[in-house]
């Protein structure tokens, strides 16, 4: 499966802010999320990098800390390239202390609590 956007992350002083548009694939758009009436708790788009010592994202805990690492969380996600690798399913309710689906999350291709093995993410100049 595979996910295509125009992407373009913003400059230190704006927080490295994602912006995404364009989408074309077969795995489902988890980064905008425009067909769920979650979107505006789950797109990424127009959100600045969180890390667990910079947390920018709208819930009132550390998405980064509480999910593994650092991305472009809203409240807090429907992908999530940098989460902990599960092989394939889990129960989140293990995942102590926080039990929830921190694994390599695409949630409009797999489950969240479905842990993908492999991504890759490929990035070149608009120039190109």
Known sequence: ARGEYT?????EVE??????SGYTGDAGDALIMPNSDMASYLSHSGMKF???DKDNDKWEESCA???GGGWWYNNCQAANLNGIYYKG???PEKNTPYEIENGVVWATYKPANYSLKTVRMFIRSAAF
């Open 7 to 11: 992407v373009r992350v913003g400059s």
């Open 15 to 20: 927080g490295y802010r994602l912006h995404v």
């Open 50 to 52: 969180s890390t667990f």
């Open 65 to 67: 800390e509480m999910y």
């Open 89 to 91: 399913t889990y129960d």
